[in-house]
């Protein structure tokens, strides 16, 4: 299955020529399943992603700490367990080694996918996870091997999601997205994303507060990188001007503003939030023109004031001239 | 050779690898030695060897004698256990044990074995878990499952679980129907293949014959997905720290455990015994060897004590 993913994710690059996102943070992302980004801004050389490491170290504890008056240091063994007399070969230890993390990763995405169904009733909680360990055959005593555990299951349902959306524009999604315009372009995206969340949106302030605790505000803030990326890059956004930033800047917040309005949002199907999303995005479009309208006013007045101070001057050094 | 003569002689050589052991003298092991052999002979070196010899703290002893020298041990200090417990760590052990538990999550449902925790301490904290759990669930949405709870402490001394047991009744825990006391070896478990979800350990496997088969026998019990947890004293690596509790290790707790409960040798031995062990790699090595996945440790107050975890796919 691993093998799969990868062969797909290799294929999906090739194939689509996406780059990579050039925030350094999100460039250190190890790759997911997704392609990560998709444009370049101006002067930034793609970085070459490393390769994901056979077997992930454990994350930083975070709120856990050791106890008082119980400093601790935490550290991954990956030794290559040959024993006995015949000791395999470097490469056939590694070869076991890789295939053993792929089986803890294969163990754990089913986990945590069989996980998701039981969120709107058990929220994002070790409880979820634990009916979800349940549901797949292995024991639930495995969730206490995955390093931050809800932080855990809400960052894999994010990946998820963008995956699920990636999968989607490539499926056909995207020949329709042609035929709009700009702004209906980022505003369906936009609610094809969201409307992944309304099955757990009585559910969703818990992860929300879940993304903002200090040990996983880092990776929720690419994974929201990630996200705004793929739809301007979705939405045809080839630009390598410095309105790269703004641009991305600009979504992510239309992004976040819509996903907690959706919350409050009483509507039947959720309409008041589209509608909010659909005006957010004109209004920042709108914005950009004005502020572009205002540029280049601002460059014909300077042009028109430079010329009139450098004709006033021209005729002065020329009367002076013998 | 036979493989059991084997792993004494790798972990032999390993332990004088890391220079973090003092061997017994040539006297303290020569009452194992066949009559006209001398002690330094390669012929008996050999022997001794195939003698399945084990150490017992710095001294060398037969395998059959190792568990019969710790069982008196473990019968002369369990009365006054508790309280060296408290003296020797300064109240640490409690945050260690907290911070086991932590580590295995426990939760409603769970089959849970504990080896070597007679006196109930993981057992409890295990239980109030599980408890705590329940109580944050919502609306009873697991409380058909608290039914199937059940934590076995399995430990191989009676002495220390009638301590458990009685601890258990001062605290209230009598009542519980899903606490089970049980005499048995660490290197023989009397329960079924892939039957438990959790297997911890706390202070005891530095004292088992073969550390190999205990470990063997985790990964046997477990269930896919389990996890073994074990909790021990380790190597210090800090420098000047290293030196302090050196001194505090060997002049002490021996001498608090005179004092105390009355017992310096045994306490010599607990002392001895942490040397003797392998390092937190050495020791992370044999956990992968029995096949665990997911080989993790975490050292707390240094390297004082480590916690290593293990995951069964």
């Excluded at chain 1, 077997?55 to 119980?70: I, K, M, N, Q, R």
């Excluded at chain 2, 290293?242 to 060997?250: A, E, G, P």
Aim: charged share 20%; net charge neutral.
């Amino acid at each position: 299955m691993a093998a799969s993913i990868a062969a797909r994710r290799l294929l999906s690059r090739a194939t689509a020529a996406r780059r990579v996102l050039p925030l350094a943070s999100v460039a250190a992302l190890a790759p997911r399943r997704f392609s990560a980004g998709a444009s370049v801004p101006p002067q930034t050389p793609t970085p070459t992603l490393p390769p994901p490491p056979l077997e992930p170290t454990p994350e930083p504890l975070g709120s856990e700490g050791a106890g008082a008056g119980a400093s601790s240091s935490s550290s991954s063994f990956t030794g290559t367990g040959a024993s006995g007399a015949h000791r395999s070969s470097p490469g056939a230890a590694a070869g076991a080694r890789r295939q053993a993390g792929a089986g803890y990763q294969e163990e754990q995405e089913k986990v945590l996918r069989a996980s998701l169904l039981h969120v709107p009733r058990m929220g994002w909680s070790e409880s979820a996870m634990v009916a979800g360990a349940r549901d797949v055959g292995v024991s639930p005593a495995i969730v206490g091997a995955f390093p931050r555990k809800e932080a855990a299951l809400v960052e894999f349902f994010m990946d998820d999601c963008l995956q699920q959306l990636i999968d989607r524009i490539d499926a056909g999604e995207g020949e329709q997205l042609k035929t709009l315009i700009l702004s209906e372009r980022l505003s369906k995206l936009v609610r094809m994303r969201l409307e992944m969340q309304a099955p757990y949106i009585s559910k969703w302030p818990q992860a929300l507060s879940i993304q903002s605790q200090p040990a996983n505000v880092s990776t929720s803030l690419k994974q929201r990188a990630v996200l705004v990326d793929e739809i301007w890059h979705a939405a045809g956004d080839a630009g390598s001007d410095i309105d790269w930033y703004v641009k991305r800047t600009v979504l992510g917040g239309i992004y976040s503003t819509s996903e907690v309005y959706m919350l409050t949002d009483n509507s039947p199907e959720f309409r008041d939030t589209w509608t909010f999303v659909n005006r957010r995005i004109k209004d920042a479009l709108d914005l950009q023109k004005t502020f572009q309208e205002a540029a280049y006013l601002a460059e014909a007045m300077g042009a028109g004031v430079g010329g009139t101070v450098q004709g006033v001057l021209n005729r002065v050094f020329q009367n002076r001239s013998p | 050779m036979t493989l059991r003569a084997a792993a004494a002689a790798r972990r032999l050589a390993s332990c004088t690898r890391q220079q973090s052991v003092v061997l017994g003298s040539q006297a303290e092991a020569a009452h194992l030695l066949a009559p006209g052999m001398a002690a330094g002979s390669p012929r008996a070196a050999a022997a001794f060897l195939h003698s399945h010899a084990t150490s017992f703290g710095y001294k060398q002893v037969r395998e059959e004698e190792k568990s019969k020298l710790v069982g008196n041990v473990f019968s002369s200090v369990a009365s006054s256990y508790d309280v060296m417990n408290d003296l020797m760590s300064a109240g640490l052990h409690r945050l260690w044990k907290d911070r086991l538990v932590s580590k295995l999550s426990p939760f409603p449902g769970m089959k849970h074995l504990d080896v070597a925790g007679g006196t109930g301490d993981v057992a409890f904290r295990v239980l109030d878990s599980i408890k705590s759990v329940s109580r944050r669930a919502v609306g009873g949405a697991i409380s058909d499952i608290e039914e199937d709870t059940h934590i076995y402490v399995c430990d191989i001394n009676p002495n220390m679980l009638n301590v458990g047991k009685k601890r258990a009744s001062e605290r209230g825990y009598n009542e519980e129907k899903c606490l089970s006391w049980i005499q048995g070896d660490a290197e023989a478990l009397s329960f079924e293949d892939g039957s438990m979800d959790g297997y911890t350990i706390a202070f005891g496997i530095r004292n088992v014959t073969h550390i190999e088969k205990a470990l063997a026998e985790a990964y046997r019990v477990l269930k896919r997905g389990g996890r073994f947890l074990c909790l021990e004293l380790s190597h210090v690596d800090v420098p000047l720290f290293k030196q302090i509790y050196d001194v505090y290790s060997f002049s002490v707790i021996p001498a608090v455990g005179e004092l105390v409960a009355g017992d310096r040798q045994s306490y010599q031995y607990l002392v001895e015994s942490i040397r003797r062990f392998p390092n937190q790699e050495n020791f992370a090595q044999m956990i992968q060897e029995a096949g665990f996945e997911r080989v993790e440790y975490e050292n707390l107050v240094g390297g004082v004590v480590a916690i290593h975890s293990g995951l069964k796919l």
